[in-house]
């Protein structure tokens, strides 16, 4: 008896099989792939970010005028608002000043986390950990330093970058001279990441 050529049913559902368990494992590796990519542009963004907190530090910031922005302090929550476009008493127009100005060798994009469009206003993207000295958790005004306040203002979100200023004092800088700094960011793979300041 002559065998009709082809595949019988058993060894295409093999092959079939076969088939989907290389796609799955194709997929997944290449899922794994893309977050390793996303958090390591997060982590570098993050890492110009500290650099160009670094410069200002070391450079002041000539472009706008109050007694707690100098050489040797960090930015001010009041200083980043302002440079988000946020009126601030006491600080010029808002539109005098961008974040690329004040932190030397950041761009934009440094701001914005992966697969954040850059049409979002960049206030919700890069935040300081509080924008008014009388609302809570901040009308006590102390560093929130990995506590809640932190964990609430990333809110388990990947699309942000939270900044925390800190005064001699130990308290949030709003219009004092900030002497150190912690950056925050939440990969998609693992904990919360904090960067802190060189000067300390």
């Not at 290449?30 to 963004?45: C, I, M, V």
């Amino acid at each position: 008896m002559i065998r009709p050529k082809g595949f019988t049913i058993v060894e295409l559902v093999v092959v079939m099989t076969i088939m989907a368990i290389l796609l799955t494992l194709g997929v997944a590796s290449f899922n794994s792939s893309q977050t390793k990519a996303r958090d390591a542009e997060r982590a570098g963004d993050v890492g110009t970010i500290a650099k160009g907190l670094e410069a200002r530090y070391l450079k002041g910031n000539p472009l706008v005028s109050a007694t707690y922005i100098t050489q040797g302090a960090y930015p001010s929550v009041n200083e980043i608002l302002q440079a988000e476009n946020k009126a601030v008493t006491g600080l010029s127009t808002p539109s005098s000043v961008t974040l690329t100005q004040i932190l030397p060798g950041t761009a934009i994009n440094n701001f914005y986390p992966p697969d954040v469009s850059q049409t979002t206003d960049v206030s919700t993207t890069f935040k300081v950990i509080c924008t008014s000295a009388s609302a809570a958790p901040c009308n006590g005004n102390a560093a929130a330093e990995n506590s809640a306040t932190v964990t609430a203002a990333l809110n388990g979100s990947t699309g942000v970058y939270i900044y925390e200023p800190i005064d001699a004092s130990n308290n949030i800088c709003f219009s004092a001279e900030c002497v150190r700094y912690n950056l925050y960011y939440l990969p998609e793979t693992g904990t919360m990441q904090t960067v802190a300041s060189a000067h300390q």
